[in-house]
């Protein structure tokens, strides 16, 4: 029988959960910050420390043992626990909270701005612009994120499990469209209008393929088209750019940025919502993630945003999850 060391350096785990949750040594290595070989060495001596081989490594592809498989919670479970226990100890609570809002015209945005009138001066909140929450979330669990918004059941499935959320709104889904073109004149344009029609809804940008999933599902069977992939289009300045010059209508929700020369209308029949969630790291504890609670909360009482028009049309799986009502923070 292998003796197992029972001091197994954390720094070992963090190299494998990094492996085990990119299945990709390079990407691993990048994410963590340190040199491909370096990554492989601590693997190598956790296998070595277990008395097991923990992935199958071909020159294609990386795939986790069984005792990878069996190690991966255990090894989860340790490294939040370190966390937590640093985050206890570290002063983190007077650390600038970093927050992923999406876009400066965002649900994000006006969270973050109604959790800073509730904050005194000694506690700063910092903002980030991710295109995407699938793209945030990796950072959110490498820890270069705090808090981030997006459709969380969106994600992969292992993603979320490792992240906290709550629904803080239904953002109705809207297209935008030329002022040119003839639908552009209704005041809401029902689906069943667009048939025919392609529209870009952000194909081939993996940070926000939460988002491409819903309008791939909104356009299934309704005769619309999606857009043929292209590269992540960075910054809004960029984004009207493009969008100008290949004459997209955009797939895009009621909070979105003023493109010249279009109008944003909702759709109709049915009333397609978007859900968003407020995202944010496992064992995180910091006035300012309160006080985005107490805010999210205050805006979707104010403001309706969890109110669901009767017939309302939602993604799978959010279509049958039961919602969970939003909490006042403390």
């Known amino acids: 029988m292998v003796r197992v060391n029972r001091d197994i350096e954390p720094r ?3 190299a494998f959960t990094a492996v085990a949750d990119e299945l990709h040594f390079t990407r691993a290595a990048a994410r963590l910050y340190v040199a491909q070989q370096a990554l492989s060495r601590d693997i190598r001596r956790l296998e070595r420390e277990l008395g097991a081989e923990l992935f199958v490594r071909t020159t294609r592809q990386v795939a986790l043992t069984a005792a990878g498989e069996r190690l991966l919670p255990y090894a989860r479970r340790v490294l939040q626990a370190q966390d937590d226990l640093a985050a206890a100890f570290s002063g983190a609570e007077h650390r600038p909270l970093l927050v992923d809002v999406g ?9 973050l ?13 910092v903002a980030r612009f991710h295109s995407g929450l699938a793209g945030a979330a990796a950072e959110l669990l490498a820890g270069r994120l705090d808090v981030s918004f997006g459709r969380a059941h969106g994600l992969d499935p292992a993603v979320l499990a490792r992240l906290e959320h709550r629904l803080i709104r239904y953002e ?13 004149r209704l005041e809401e344009i029902p689906l069943s209008a ?38 992540e289009i960075e910054g809004d300045e960029e984004f009207i750019r493009v969008v100008t010059k290949r004459r997209w209508s955009v797939l895009a929700s009621e909070v ?22 407020m995202v944010w790291r496992k064992g995180l504890v910091h006035p300012g993630l309160d006080a985005l609670h107490a805010a999210a909360h205050a805006l979707a009482t104010t403001s309706g945003w969890l109110h669901r028009p009767p017939g309302a049309w939602l993604p799978s799986p959010e279509a049958g999850v039961m919602v969970r009502d939003l909490r006042t923070a403390e």
Request: glycine share 8%; no cysteine.
């Open 12 to 14: 070992l785990l963090r």
């Open 103 to 111: 876009a400066p015209v965002s649900t994000g945005s006006q969270v």
């Open 113 to 125: 701005t109604e959790a800073r009138h509730r904050l005194g001066p000694e506690t700063e909140l």
């Open 172 to 184: 109705r889904i809207a297209v935008v469209l030329r002022e040119d073109h003839p639908p552009a």
């Open 194 to 231: 667009l048939a025919g029609e392609t529209l870009y809804a952000a194909a081939g940008n993996p940070t926000t393929t939460e988002w491409t999933d819903l309008a791939a599902q909104l356009f299934a069977g309704r005769g619309i088209a999606m857009a043929e992939p292209f590269p």
């Open 256 to 277: 979105f940025i003023h493109l010249p020369g279009t109008v944003l209308r909702p759709l109709t029949g049915p009333v397609p919502l978007s859900p968003v969630s």
